[in-house]
């Protein structure tokens, strides 16, 4: 950040600072009391980001027999041994009252009409052995979304900036030299391309994740892996990120960019076939279609390359014509542009990379190793997912969570902000001459990652992307260094250090484990351990301690 300061045009100061207006930054800021000012930050227009897109819905334990016990034992288990149990109880416990929170924002979830019962309508996805998903049609996130930006507006003690970019935290040293403070962030505006300080007694990361870092992604492009990338080079810890989640059925249609077929498809019938019409889900997992999803990815992977397929089929044709209509609105609409029918045919799905289940570790409370810096959401690894996400538990975890930083800053309200030292030097010079290549460099790295750090890895292949890497790391902090800062150029950056962190994880780890699938480490070891990544730490870490 040597250059920065001749673009920084204004300092802004709030008690806190929340940076992504997804689930997790929203429900925050509707959270915190009137008497504390908010910065709300957002990279684009506030809707935007993956809530908006979620379909299935959000999990949460209703009646018998379902019970809490059900929901942290299926989350467990779909999370390969690495879930950490207090957070998975903790969240579990917490689910009824956050869709209750969630009905008194006036998000309206779907109802059972049969028999007139007013309840929630519950359905099922990969992983629960049970009805527990509330959802709203096949758009719970634009619902959700929708309800917590009408009542952020409403507040008068929140400051919405959209279409700003946080491009790196600012820390402070404390008196003990192991206690780093952050103190605030740099923010581009991008409408003017001017550089801000915004300063905050607490900041809170929850920029969502970094799956666009894989050339074929159900997420929006807003989860570049910003709030990763920025935690790590202030010093965080970040946990566990080889393990990014495929998600097993997306469109597969030229102009679809990925458009995700919600498992509640699965949920609610829809069955797996190859163009032969044969099922195969059977062969893998008595779960059949419903079994967690690195298992179905995983297998559809197989399949299409034994058959030398580009894509299988997901069937829900079969069902009547008005249900699917009414059930999926979204996903019937959507496929009949690329003149699908799915009440009359199969729709052609491949996977694509879909949730980020590492992430910035946190513990129970959301702080970061960094004082009075918390991360929220997707951008957090708080233990709840382990080794694979279950379905439907990552709105609550956002959720979840805000409630914790809320808890939190309570204890530390009263604290002083503290200066931020504006010692930089700026080189800043000129704007990028040729964006062209920061086009073809993000293609590129997008490209490596999906053909050399997929759902299926090798050693070699590993080592060869590492290597790759490794070049870009060295030409995007030079090209940082000496061009005028860009939306573009800020987000290559820090796509460049996810592939780095992703690739680290993975080589570090020593076996196969959830979504982690290495042929030359095909077993599980007895005992899981997180790979935790520092930058303190040099790149060949051996953190994960063999056994
Ligand atoms: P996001 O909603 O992604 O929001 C991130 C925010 O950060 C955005 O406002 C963005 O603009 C901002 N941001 C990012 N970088 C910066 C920066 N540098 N500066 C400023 N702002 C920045 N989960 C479920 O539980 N149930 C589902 O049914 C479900 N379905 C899904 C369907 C799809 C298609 C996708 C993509 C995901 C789905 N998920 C689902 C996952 C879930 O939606 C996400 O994990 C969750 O919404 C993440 O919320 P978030 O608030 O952490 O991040
Ligand atoms: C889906 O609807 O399949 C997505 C659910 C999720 O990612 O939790």
Redesign the pocket.
Known sequence: MQKILKQVEKTRVFDILI???????NSLALQLPSDMSIGL????ELH???????????SAVFSKPDSIELHVEDTMKAGAGLCRANIVKAVANDSKEIIKWLLDQGVKFTKNNVGANNKLHLTKEGGHTHPRIVHADDK??KVIQDSLISGVKKKNNIELYTH???IDLITKDQKDKNVKRCVGCYILNKKNNHIDIFKAKFIVL????ANKVYLYT???D???G??IAMAYRAGCNISNMEFMQFHPTCLYHHRAKSF?I?ESLRGEGGKLLLPNGEQFMHKYDSRGVLAPRDIVARAIDNEMKIHGLEYVLLDISHKKNLFIKERFPNIYKKCLEFNIDITKSAIPVVPAT??TCGGIDIDINARTNIKNLYA????AHSGLHGANRM??????E?IFFSRKVLKDIERFKNEDFEDVHKDFVDNTTKSISEEVIIKHSWKEIRTLMWNYVGIVRTNERLLKAKNRISIYKKEIEECFSKNKISCDL?ELRNLIYIAEIIITSALTRKESRGLHYNVDFPYTNKIAEDTVINKKIKNDLKLYREK
């Open positions: 940076i992504g207006s997804g689930a997790a930054g930050i957002s990279k684009t935007e980001g993956s809530t908006y897109y979620a379909q299935g819905g959000i719970t996130g700003h970019v946080a929850a920029t969502g994740g159900s997420n929006p807003t989860s570049s910003d709030g995700l919600s879909h949730y929220i959401g997707e951008v379905a439907s538990n990552s709105l609550l956002c800020i």
